[in-house]
């Protein structure tokens, strides 16, 4: 079925070898975007009812659900023989799921290119993000938006979007086309004009080509909206990037040379383009976004003593802590004698009670962390790490490999020892 391709980012859409699909009527369209919104994972029957009808199904909702479904995959097969089992939407209790490779359904293939070009320098991220860019035809699920179910999904891949067009003005500048740059982050910084990022962004490219009254203008009106409906000041970011202005600061002038970012993430000192963090957290909301969508993923985050690794999971946590994710931190010890797995210990809370068997860690962290929503696990100085530190992370990323968690590491490069590489 590799010719087939779906679309959710607009109107929801199919074509099958170039030819437009008909997806059918409202609900059997939204059948299909639900499993869309998903992401290949199995949507309940019951579920699928609930979201439909919106909790007031008709007495034969599921029978009408199960033709929906009938007629969609007709729809979306059209050649596969009768009484064969269906390839694309498939039965998989206690529902249904949509199994297609990433690249055929747009959502999914944003998302799969900002991620992979968030892991490149910036000449070979460029391509991807522009297409990632260029896979939207309007707004995510725009027939569907205002449903409860899509919702989430629409405010998540929207804030991916904005994340996107941030990435792609940074490797603008980058890669010295700080004018070209311009129409498109001034076209995002009008429509979204608290996003400080953006702001930040526009003014140093605005700056580089030559425009520095209109870099300062820019910078006015954000710090003047900010306060006017916020009642705040900028950001630290903001305000260096107006300083480095008005002193015509050196590394404004030209294109920043930056360390191309790779997994593991690399901390050291913030960028010359002095927005923050942002190029990290971003990084980092897309594993968020990963472990939400696919399971569990550990990112290691490395850098040497002061280069701010645990002061970016701090804020990284608080972000994700206002979006409803829970956050638990664990340290490991710098001192000798400390308990056996102590950063284990000291997330679950079981200080007091003793446990320091690495196996009873382990299961106790597998009931812990797999029972509820999305969760962050902070490991932080994992290069002091004991051994059975390192057991209880491997038994969780096995036993926990389908639930939304993320585990971030910090370490110091060459520090931790065989074990760590590991």
Known sequence: MTSLRIGALGPLRAGLGGAALDLGGPRQRAVLARLVAAGGHVVPADRFVDDLWQGEPPPKAMAALQVYVSNLRRVLEPDRAPRTPARVVVSVAPGYALRLPAAAVDAWHFEDLLRRAAAMEPAAADPLLQEALAAWAGPAYAEFRDEPWAVPEVARLEELRL??????????????????????LERHVQAHPLREQGVALLAAALYRAGRQADALAALRAARERLADELGVDPGPALRAVEADVLAHAEHLAA????APPSVPLSVGPSPSLSVGRDPELGRLDLEAAAAERHGLRVVWVGGEAGAGKTTLLRMFGARLAGRGWQVL????????????????????GLADLGVAESFELARAAVERLGD???????????????????????????????RPVLVAATHRPGEGGAALAG
């Open 163 to 184: 994340v996107c067009v941030e990435t792609a003005g940074q490797v603008a500048l980058r890669l010295g086309r700080a004018a070209l740059a311009v129409p498109e």
């Open 255 to 258: 294109p920043a040379v930056v």
């Open 329 to 348: 931190w664990g340290r490991c010890p710098e001192v000798d004698g400390a308990p056996p797995a102590w950063a284990w210990t000291e997330l679950l």
């Open 372 to 402: 509820g929503g999305p969760l962050l696990v902070v490991l932080d100085d994992v290069h002091r790490a004991d051994g059975e530190t390192l057991q209880v992370l491997r038994h969780v990323a096995v036993e926990l490999a389908g």
